[in-house]
């Protein structure tokens, strides 16, 4: 599960500014609710790439 929280983590890193903007600056996922919030912003928000891997990732969730 380490691996998988890292993964959403970098994907969240990387598209924080175009996907989460409306979220402060600070907000990092901690707990799975969070971690569901933030694939769900990138899935919705993204580009074509970044929503195939948030989905990918979900399903692991």
Request: with cysteine.
């Amino acid at each position: 599960m380490a691996t998988l929280q890292s993964q959403i983590i970098d994907l969240w890193k990387e598209n924080r500014l175009r996907c989460g903007w409306f979220i402060r600056d600070d907000y990092m996922p901690e707990t799975l609710d969070d971690f569901s919030r933030c694939l769900t912003i990138l899935a919705k928000h993204g580009d074509r790439k970044t929503y195939i891997l948030a989905r990918k990732l979900m399903k692991c969730l």
